[in-house]
């Protein structure tokens, strides 16, 4: 079984998480040999994981963390 781009942003989370079965972290190491985007995908991943853990309220101010509250409910009530 062959792991394409779209199955591998699907889990590369759980791969970074380390909560991978044995047989999906393979396959989605075997195609990290063979493609150089999700090899560049997984790097911009692992940036914005390392950020995110670093961010901290007070570094917005209240505008933005106002409009960027209302883009994520606008998302969740379309879902």
């Known amino acids: 079984m062959d792991l394409d781009c779209q199955d591998f942003v699907e889990i590369v989370t759980e791969y ?7 047989d999906e972290r393979q396959l989605l190491e075997e195609h990290l040999l063979e ?6 995908y997984l790097a911009q ?4 994981q390392d950020l995110s853990g670093k961010l901290e309220l007070q570094h917005a101010d ?3 963390r106002e ?3 209302n883009v994520f409910r606008m998302w969740r009530s379309a879902l």
């Not at 991943?45 to 914005?48: C, L, S």
């Open 16 to 22: 970074l998480e380390g909560t991978l079965s044995d």
């Open 35 to 40: 493609c150089e985007d999700c090899v560049e």
């Open 45 to 48: 991943m692992r940036v914005t």
């Open 62 to 64: 209240a505008a933005i």
């Open 67 to 69: 409009k960027l509250l």
